[in-house]
């Protein structure tokens, strides 16, 4: 077994310790496999995460093993890995996070074993107002993508008549994410209900196959769960281009909107993807560009007769 490798990546050398260690066991691939994956879509994994607080989910032995949930960046990094301070109000603390601007960045995390990586919806120059709105399209026990297909379906007729341009790919397990660029001025709260007035809307057009309930005891059986809440502060999911911690190393792959008909969550992997992100480039590398105003979203929560109901803290 090769001791370290080095790769050199955005003008720094990052070294790879343990390159050959499996950490994909389904077809064998390696940190250092995992690494060269993470540069195959370099611009775009960097596009997802720039400047963002990022949750690292670090698998040390492989995936196989256990997962470290890790904030605050790993003692003894280089001093050129940048970071954002972030205050947790409810335990009076601070933690200094991964904020990528380069994939030499990236490839160091993958050097601290870091498989997944789950950023903020805010970015570094204000956390407290976030810039992307998520939408979590997340099945109940059983139920099957195509019907998240279908629930997909509605989530766009609904941003086409709000005028919005969602972005899609699948969450790298059995759900779907979309999602939307906005004006970073308002706060989490506000996000997060206007997150809600969308989820409601599309529970009244599919009431079959959409529920927005927050408990899962209260959801229906078959249905999708249209997650709102993701849009809590500090709450985080894997990003585009994240690889997910599964002997496959399943994606969490961008689509088009035209691809999701026949789209199936597994085809998309640490070793399929390189060759996808080749012909395709980077299908959320527009995001910036596509920003949606909340205000027809906040009228709608105000219009609503229910208020809100409010998660329980975690």
């Known amino acids: 077994m090769a001791e370290a490798a080095e790769l050199v990546l955005a003008g720094r050398t990052v070294r790879l310790t343990n390159p050959d260690r499996v950490y994909f066991s389904a077809r064998g691939e390696t940190k250092l496999d995992l690494a060269q994956y993470y540069v195959s879509v370099g611009d775009g994994i960097v596009n997802a995460l720039r400047n963002r607080p990022c949750m690292m989910h670090r698998f040390p ?3 196989d093993g256990d997962k470290v949930h890790q904030k605050r960046l790993p003692k003894g990094a280089p ?3 940048p970071t954002v301070r972030v205050h947790f109000p409810r335990y009076h603390r601070t933690a200094d996070e991964l904020c990528v601007s380069s994939i030499a960045d990236v490839v160091w995390a993958v ?6 990586f789950h950023p903020w919806n805010s970015r570094a120059a204000d956390v407290e107002s976030p810039d992307e709105w998520r939408i979590d399209l997340d099945p109940m026990e059983g139920v099957g993508f195509d019907t998240v ?3 997909a379906t509605v ?3 609904v941003l086409d008549e709000l005028g919005a341009v969602g972005f899609p790919k699948t969450s790298g397990g059995s759900g779907l994410h979309v999602y939307v660029r906005i004006r970073p001025e308002h706060s989490f709260g506000e996000v997060r209900r206007a997150a809600w007035a969308f989820a409601r809307e599309v529970e009244r057009r599919a009431p079959q196959l959409v529920t927005t309930a ?5 959801r229906e059986p078959g249905t999708v769960f249209v997650d709102y809440n993701q849009n809590t502060r500090d709450h985080t999911i894997a990003s585009a281009y994240s690889v997910r911690g599964t002997p496959l190393g399943i ?3 961008p689509l088009r909107w035209d691809e999701i008909a026949a789209a199936e969550p597994g085809d998309f992997t640490i070793a399929t993807m390189p060759a996808r992100y080749a012909e395709l480039g980077d299908l959320h590398a527009d995001i910036d560009e596509a920003v949606f105003d909340l205000a027809p979203l906040l009228e709608w929560a105000d219009r609503d007769e229910a208020p809100e109901p409010d998660a329980p803290e975690v």
Not at 111 to 116: A, G, L, P
Not at 214 to 218: A, E, H, L, N, V
Request: proline share 0%; net charge negative; glycine share 4%.
């Open 61 to 63: 032995s492989g995936v």
């Open 79 to 81: 001093d050129w890995v």
């Open 111 to 116: 050097q601290m074993s870091t498989v997944e």
């Open 149 to 151: 297909r279908q629930v």
């Open 155 to 157: 989530v766009h007729e």
């Open 214 to 218: 927050w408990w899962r005891k209260d």
């Open 251 to 253: 994606v969490s792959a």
